[in-house]
């Protein structure tokens, strides 16, 4: 029998009821209130509910209920599982539970152990209890601690803002609310204008028998939190020290203080502040006059009742127009409004852009008069870039001339082909001036520029250094034509300026290919990099000539002049020049010198591993390869070649009684994490036994020591109520000499270790006669009968089949429980946590025709390394749960139309398999077949064999729990373990198939 799940929204609601029901029961019972004044009821069930928890909290004190169990389900609210897991244990250990509660609890432990915090239903009881209870606290008198709203209102209007905002509330509405600037909060709690007249007044009274220091004032003004504050400091400052240095530098800053402030209410529609705040600027004599008329401009539009516009509203508007006109006029009202935002040259720019275009098309189609009006606004206005401002002029005075403007095509196609590289230049900037922005005139340039270059060189190769110098000199003062055109450029004005004949980055590389030796021709390209360092032929020149140092470097290898090969390596890897291709390849080649080690890529050493006469020449060449080409797939690959010669040779030694030696072998690929797990988790297995002088054998037998001795395991899972179908009708309560049989390991363990062979490899048929066929089915021919009690040795199995000796010949007889059996139930106690040492080419073979599971000895492989688990015990449980990778939950399940697989039956209780399975599949992910393989692997790790608190990685452990007798139990069946050992027999047949050693843990109760 399993301990019961509960999945669905009733069966929680059910757990509410019973749980608050016993909650409830232990409060009544423990009250000196009578249950009549109680303010609990019954239902139809005799079930406890609380009406009214307000009420019934008054009846419970912090002794009457049991905290341990409330903190338990507070520590798994806060998701603190571990410790949460520890206080239900110690409950139930320490309480006399009834069954309902009890259940709910190992409910409750059962959703800590998988990571899943309570249902909402706890989390609404243990609110309202603390809110029942919070109340009892919050009813104590404390009269000093209480204020009234009308004393917090008050507080809250004495409080400043600490908001920064650019808009200010209407002081007009509310004398008593904060303004802001961008860069200043007005935190004044009484009327703006009462304020300014109190400032005043406190300052003449103040300050007329003692005039503050000048730095004092200063400090003052600096340090106002105000921007009326600082006004009035500033004011002082003047009064009092009209020539101190500081003046200009304190009315900049209050001029922009006030203005921000004033503007934010002008943008409010504020227009009584803002006007205020402004006629205070106009007055002022130290304001600029700049500011001033921007004033003026913002009076103009109050006398209009009209808003200040934002600034992001016009730099918006400017840049979104959907006409050039309408740009123009957002970015001119900007201009007007914020002459000094940083964003105002952007706007006009983007302004004047469209607005020249628009001039140009028109000048295209000969509308002379629109053309020049537009180019006029342009003209007119001086932020704009004296590079559009130069398009401007040529293009107003071609309309001014009646000429019409020339098309972009038209220009191109002129300027690259032109007679003459001058007359192309020209054409190109004139295109490039009269169209700043076009794509096509900044490629005409540079075709122009290439030509003007080579005019150049070729002055420069007669020797005529002045003209060359007058066509360099054009390029070098022309900014818009490419960066790297222009470096190339410099290289040759150096050698016409010092009347040094032409030499190309193209010559360089010529003389570098054609020298007589390796070193000529890298000195010459270095040279060559001097004078042409973003040259490509240049590149070229020192490539060619590292690879002639890198051959010298590899005959010196060859020939063991090691020193001299590092010296050549390092020549061509300290070059910046060099592709990084080059430089790793250098890098191994300087390690193989510096080892002394032959020069060889990871191809060549794979294949002399392969190759070599012994294991250990293979071994060595395989670990000093991946030292040179670390994670290298052949060399990984040779190495793996080279661990089972490895493997082979320490077995040799075992079997003849050579421990130690064996032991350094196994110890070899033990400590090496290169070679696969599979390999790794075999010798480790061969490694214990060498290790303890003991023979090979095809399994280990350890003990676990635990602390109950075996009587109280006894007494603790006979409180646990436990089942059995021994006693026919059905599951009834197991005795307590039954339970004993079950629970000793001794009862099922031979008397000689080494019977264990025996029994795994023996079967005895059960049946009255049993056919004997040719094959691992029924399809094959049947040959004849074996009877009840013969008894076979089990050569090997297939498919539920057994193949076995029949009158001298190899044949196959069914596994059916119901037909034979194996004496297999020390399988109780075979570790399934670890690796077992199957490789993925044998997992493989065997999964061959097991439907979607085929070729997934990868996946299988991955799950066991990655959850702890052994491969082929997953392997077993998917094949059995999914009918050899046929069953509808295997081949995929759609759910919310998405299709979802479920190898190992989680989930799929029998009620509804196929749609529970297929749900818990969609709630967890496994979308595909690998999904649920190293999902469906991580769910049985954590549940049981690698769970953090239990590690239950037997079947003897899942049922009883020798760590934890009673708690956390697969199932209440005392046969459980016993019955289930039939799923392993997959494992052992393989174990058996491919030499692998079974490992058992035998408890050992104190």
Do not use: C
């Not at 010092?498 to 030499?503: A, E, R, Y």
């Amino acid at each position: 029998m399993r301990v019961r799940k509960v999945d669905d929204m009733q069966s929680k609601k059910l757990i509410k009821s019973i749980f608050l029901s016993s909650i409830a029961s232990m409060i009544l019972f423990n009250s000196d209130v009578n249950a009549e004044d109680s303010t609990l009821t019954s239902d139809n069930n005799d079930n406890f509910e609380i009406n009214d928890f307000s009420q019934i909290s008054s009846l419970v004190s912090e002794k009457q209920l049991d905290w341990k169990l409330l903190g338990a389900i507070k520590e798994h609210q806060n998701e603190e599982y571990i410790s949460a897991l520890k206080l239900y244990n110690e409950y139930i250990d320490l309480n006399d539970l009834t069954v309902e509660l009890k259940d709910e609890v190992l409910y409750l432990i059962e959703l800590a152990e998988t990571n899943q915090t309570p249902p909402v239903e706890f989390d609404i009881f243990l609110k309202e209890f603390n809110e029942g209870k919070q109340k009892e606290d919050d009813n104590v008198d404390d009269i000093s601690k209480q204020r009234t709203s009308d004393e917090l209102e008050l507080e809250s209007e004495k409080q400043p803002s600490e908001e920064i905002k650019e808009d200010m509330p209407d002081i007009n509405k509310d004398d008593k609310s904060n303004s802001t600037t961008k860069d200043v909060i007005e935190d004044e709690s009484e009327n703006e204008k009462n304020q300014q007249d109190k400032e005043t007044t406190n300052s003449v009274s103040a300050r007329s028998t003692a005039v503050l220091s000048a730095d004092s004032m200063y400090s003052d003004f600096i340090n106002a939190s105000t921007a009326t504050k600082a006004w009035n400091a500033a004011q002082e400052f003047k009064n009092n020290y009209p020539n101190d240095s500081r003046l200009k530098e304190v009315f900049i800053k209050i001029e922009k203080r006030i203005l921000d402030l004033a503007q934010s209410y002008h943008r409010k529609g504020n227009y009584n502040s803002a006007l205020t705040l402004y006629k205070q600027l106009k007055n002022e004599s130290m304001i600029s006059g700049e500011t001033k008329n921007l004033i003026e401009e913002y009076l103009n539009l109050i006398n209009k009742s009209k808003k200040l516009p934002y600034l992001s509203t016009l730099y918006s508007d400017t840049i979104n127009a959907s006409t050039a006109s309408e740009a123009w006029g957002s970015a001119m009202n900007f201009k007007k409004y914020y002459p000094n935002d940083e964003l105002l040259i952007q706007a006009i720019e983007d302004a004047a852009k469209r607005i020249l275009n628009l001039g140009q098309s028109y000048h295209r189609k000969g509308e002379l008069v629109k053309a020049k009006e537009l180019y006029d606004k342009i003209l007119d206005e001086p932020l704009v870039n004296s590079i559009l401002n130069k398009s401007v002029e040529l293009s107003f005075l071609q309309a001014k001339n009646g000429q019409k403007l020339s098309y972009v095509t038209t220009l191109f196609n002129d300027t690259i082909n032109a007679k003459t590289a001058s007359r192309a230049w020209d054409l190109a900037l004139y295109f490039l001036n009269l169209y700043p922005t076009e794509n096509k005139a900044f490629k005409a340039l540079e075709i122009s520029a290439n030509r003007i270059f080579s005019l150049g060189q070729s002055y420069h190769r007669k020797g005529d250094f002045n003209k060359a110098l007058h066509y360099y000199n054009l390029l070098i003062n022309e900014s818009r034509i490419s960066d790297s055109l222009e470096q190339s450029v410099k290289q040759y004005v150096e050698q016409a300026d010092g009347k040094i004949d032409l030499v190309t980055d193209n010559d360089y590389k010529n003389k570098s290919i054609k020298a007589k030796t390796a070193s000529k021709a890298w000195e010459i390209a270095l040279e060559g990099k001097a004078n042409f360092p973003n040259s490509e032929l240049i590149l070229d020149a020192v490539i060619s000539a590292a690879d002639r140092l890198i051959a010298l470097g590899k005959n010196a290898h060859s020939s063991k002049e090691y020193d001299k090969a590092i010296s050549y390596y390092e020549m061509v890897l300290n070059e910046s020049l060099v592709p990084f291709s080059y430089k790793s390849v250098l890098e191994v080649y300087i390690m193989q010198a510096k080892s002394q080690f032959p020069n060889m890529n990871s191809e060549k050493i794979y294949k002399k591993s392969l190759s070599a006469n012994t294991a250990s020449e293979a071994w060595n060449l395989s670990i000093k390869g991946l030292e040179f080409y670390p994670n290298n797939s052949l060399l990984l690959d040779s190495l793996e070649q080279a661990g089972l010669r490895v493997f082979s040779l320490g077995k040799s030694n075992h079997r003849k009684g050579n421990f130690d030696i064996a032991t350094t072998y196994y110890n070899m690929i033990v400590g090496n994490p290169s070679l696969p797990s599979y390999l790794i988790a075999r010798a480790s297995s061969y490694l214990y036994l060498s290790n303890n002088n003991m023979f090979l054998t095809s399994y280990v037998i350890k003990g676990t020591q635990y602390k109950s001795s075996f009587s109280e395991a006894l007494s603790k899972q006979m409180n646990n109520n436990p089942q059995t179908d021994l006693n026919g009708n059905g599951f009834s309560k197991a005795t307590t000499e039954q339970t004993k049989y079950y629970l000793n390991p001794e009862n099922f363990l031979p008397e000689n270790s080494n019977d264990i062979d025996v029994m795994l490899s023996t079967l005895k048929v059960i049946t009255k006669t049993l056919n004997v066929r040719t094959g691992p089915s029924t399809n094959y021919t049947n040959i004849g009968q074996v009877e009840k009690n013969q008894s076979f040795q089990i050569l090997s199995s297939q498919n539920g089949w057994f193949e076995i000796n029949f009158n001298g010949r190899n044949a196959w007889i069914s596994g059916s429980q119901n037909y034979v059996k194996v004496d297999n139930d020390v399988l109780q106690f075979l570790k399934l946590s670890g690796s077992s040492g199957i490789s993925v080419n044998d997992m493989n073979k065997e999964l061959a025709s097991a439907g979607i599971l085929k070729n997934m000895g990868s996946v299988f492989s991955k799950a066991s390394q990655t959850y702890n688990i052994n491969e082929i015990y997953l392997i077993s449980h998917a094949l059995l749960e999914t009918g050899y990778g046929t069953s509808e939950l295997a081949t995929g399940v759609k759910v919310n139309g998405v299709t979802v697989y479920n190898m190992f039956g989680i989930g799929a209780y029998d009620s509804n398999a196929v749609k529970l399975g297929a749900q818990r599949a969609y709630e967890l992910g496994w979308t595909t077949p690998e999904k649920a393989i190293l999902g469906g692997a991580k769910w049985i790790s954590n549940q049981y064999i690698n769970n953090s608190i239990y590690l239950q990685d037997t079947l003897y452990k899942m049922r009883w729990n020798p760590s934890m007798p009673s708690i956390h139990q697969y199932a209440t069946d005392i046969g459980w373990a016993v019955k289930q050992t039939n799923s392993l027999d997959l494992l052992v047949r393989l174990s058996q198939k491919y030499d692998l050693v079974l490992n058992f843990d035998v408890p050992i109760y104190k």
